[in-house]
């Protein structure tokens, strides 16, 4: 396994308990996934044009309470997973026709909420703020404390005898298939099967898929003296989220297409101005923590998942706004794959072969 976030770990715990010998290269770079605020979520993200990464995010959806129960027994320990519930809520009147298009395309899909006036959704979330315009309830949204599933995920791979090795991949062994990589000091650790799961920064070692990073900035803030946060369900807006967890508040995040993990004052007070407006009350919290991450992203925003014929690397990258989300169903077809197993009909469209390899390069 090349790259240790939610996907490489996650995969190198089930293909251990598959009886792999698995060795995991750790460059000691922050995932993406220590920045996201890990929301669990099909319905809150829908896109009209996007029916296949629908169908794939439900399908994730569903299979969160099994893994996060069976993660948590492997580990020994929190997994991060929280029940939670979600809102999405209309704060600017341009908002109003972006959440109706959103409900009529999960309606569409077999999936309905209703609308909902502001009184009605400030009874079920009393933290909104006099801004509301209205918006829909979904309870079966929940979120993942990512920084918890990324210990949990450690201690199950030492428990199913996975090594993790502190050193940074700087190229692939070809001999033409891949076999392996070289390290920065000179050694190779060599191997049957190589899954490359090494986030945005993919694409230093292989081709085939054009992974580029997506910045983002978030903020945690934080209620004083353990007093009760504002909310208790997270709450989306087109303009920003909000994630109720553990005394914390998540708010986030900016899409910007740089490569930098700066913060910048103009970031955070937009998404302070845009959550305040939200939920007021965010305004008596301490402001804990300012930072920024890289989201892997494909050209078409898709993950892609599979084996590459050509060498025979196995892909798990390209998770964008969705890795935390996508990790129990990116594990399993990365293990399948790298058993040589045919890939199950929902990864079958996000195979790297989408791409061609000589465009790409």
Do not use: N
């Amino acid at each position: 396994m090349i790259g240790a976030g939610p996907w490489g770990l996650a995969t190198a715990w089930r293909a251990a308990q598959a009886g792999a010998r698995v060795t995991v290269l750790d460059d000691g770079a922050s995932p993406a996934a220590a920045v996201a605020a890990g929301m669990l979520g099909h319905r809150s993200e829908a896109i009209e044009s996007e029916d296949l990464l629908y169908r794939v995010l439900a399908r994730a959806v569903g299979a969160w309470p099994g893994f996060a129960d069976e993660l948590a027994r492997a580990a020994g320990r929190d997994a991060g997973y929280r029940r939670s519930g979600a809102v999405l809520a209309a704060t600017r009147p341009e908002h109003v026709p972006v959440i109706r298009r959103r409900l009529d395309t999960i309606a569409a899909r077999g999936e309905p909420a209703r609308w909902l006036t502001p009184s009605r959704l400030r009874e079920i979330e009393p933290g909104l703020g006099t801004a509301l315009g209205g918006g829909a309830d979904l309870p079966d949204e929940h979120q993942a404390e990512p920084r918890s599933l990324l210990e949990a995920l450690r201690a199950a791979c030492a428990a199913a005898g996975v090594r993790i090795v502190a050193e940074r991949a700087e190229a692939l062994v070809r001999e033409p298939r891949v076999r392996g990589a070289l390290l920065g000091d000179g050694r190779t650790v060599r191997a049957e099967r190589v899954v490359l799961s090494a986030g945005w920064a993919a694409g230093r070692l292989a081709s085939r898929v054009p992974v580029r990073p997506v910045k983002g900035q978030i903020l945690r803030l934080r209620a004083a003296g353990g007093a009760p946060l504002p909310i208790a369900r997270s709450v989306r807006t087109p303009s920003v989220y909000l994630a109720p967890r553990d005394g914390e508040l998540v708010v986030g995040a900016t899409m910007e297409e740089r490569s930098d993990t700066t913060v910048t004052a103009g970031a955070v007070a937009d998404l302070l101005e845009e959550a305040r407006r939200t939920v007021p009350e965010i305004a008596e919290l301490e402001l804990a923590e300012a930072r920024a991450g890289l989201r892997p992203t494909t050209p078409d925003g898709l993950p892609a998942l599979g084996e590459d014929p050509g060498d025979g690397l196995v892909w798990a990258a390209g998770g964008h706004r969705h890795g935390v989300l996508l990790t129990p169903l990116a594990a399993r077809a990365a293990v399948d794959a790298a058993r040589g197993q045919a890939m199950p009909d929902w990864a079958a469209a996000l195979s790297p072969c989408r791409f061609d390899a000589a465009e790409a390069a």
